[in-house]
Every structure is written in structure tokens, then in C-alpha cells.
């Protein structure tokens, strides 16, 4: 039998300039495991909607509406397969279907202002926050995961539209480069 390994690829031609420090920073994240768990009865994860926790596998775990959440994990981490979930869970791998992308830098916000109308405020959405709200008019979820300390914002959205949130985001933060 030959054992299959798909690669995920990526949506984006990110056209960043490389070498200098910048303020802020876009990182193209798509190949990360991207992966949707539904439940209607048990919750399947003790995050909360609009919530997020890191899982002792790596993976991260977002409440992204009631009894839905988004389970994300770089392509080494453990995702739900190592996860011990409620009997009527179900989990829908959207790892081809999902871009992602990770923006990251202390004026972040202020990009992330310019295209999206949801208050960013630490006070509004501090770290561990999720959101699903329209960026740059596509319909995207937000998750505030700060970066060891850094402000830090992930970015999922539907793969087809990855290049152009891409280069909307970049454009936003065109002056902190």
C-alpha cells in the first residue's frame, strides 16, 4: 500500500520585503491542519464561543459559533486525532479549504482597523479572542493570539479568497513595513 501525504498549498504569492525589522508582519499559515468539530449535545471542548485554548498537543482550539469549533495546528502538531472528543462530535478536515494567515506586530491592530469594523481594543477583544466579522468585505474569523507576548491576529478565511485578503492586509499595513 502507498501511504499518501497531501501537501497544502498555499493561495498566496506574498510580496513582502525581507532583510529589515518591521512593525508588523504578515506570515502565510495555510499549511497548518485546519480542522471543523461539531457537536449538538456535549460541548466537544471546554472552549467557550468567541474563546480560545491551546491544547497540551500544540493545537490551538477556537470557539468559533455554539457547539462549533476551529481546531488549528501547525503540520507537526498533534489535531484531533489526538484529542478525546464527545461521541456526536464531528470533525470536517477543511485544511485544503481554509487559508490562513498570521499578522503579528504591536500596531496590528491598526491594520487590522482599517479593514475590519469590530472594536480592537484590548479592553473588547484582549488575547484568547475570536470573532467572525467581515475583513476587507470577505467573511473571515479573528483570532487574537498574541505571539509570545507580540500582538498577534489570525486570519481564516475561505482559500479562494487568500490572495486577495493577502494583499488587502498588506496594503493596510503598507506604512508600518
Known amino acids: 500500500m502507498v501511504e499518501w501525504n497531501p501537501v497544502a498549498r498555499s493561495p498566496f504569492a506574498l510580496r513582502v520585503p525581507s532583510g529589515e525589522k518591521r512593525e508588523v508582519r504578515l506570515v502565510d499559515c495555510t499549511p497548518y491542519t485546519k480542522q471543523l468539530v461539531r457537536s449538538r449535545g456535549v460541548d466537544a471542548f471546554a472552549v467557550p464561543h468567541g474563546r480560545t ?10 470557539g468559533t459559533a455554539p457547539g462549533e469549533w476551529f481546531v488549528l495546528a501547525p503540520p507537526e502538531a498533534s489535531s484531533t486525532t489526538s484529542l478525546d472528543l464527545a461521541a456526536d462530535a464531528h470533525v470536517i478536515d477543511l485544511t485544503h479549504g481554509r487559508a ?15 479593514l475590519c469594523a469590530v472594536d480592537l481594543h484590548d479592553r ?7 470573532f467572525r466579522s467581515s475583513v476587507a468585505k470577505v467573511v473571515t474569523d479573528v483570532v487574537r493570539e498574541d505571539d509570545d507576548g507580540e500582538r498577534s491576529y489570525l486570519l481564516l478565511s475561505e482559500w479562494s479568497v487568500g490572495q486577495y485578503l493577502a494583499d488587502a492586509v498588506l496594503d493596510a499595513g503598507a506604512r508600518f513595513r
Do not use: I, M
Open 53 to 62: 485554548e491551546t491544547t497540551a498537543g500544540g493545537a490551538l482550539v477556537v
Open 124 to 130: 473588547v477583544t484582549p488575547n484568547h479572542t475570536a
Open 100 to 114: 490562513l494567515l498570521r499578522l503579528t506586530g504591536e500596531r496590528s491592530d491598526r491594520v487590522l482597523q482599517k
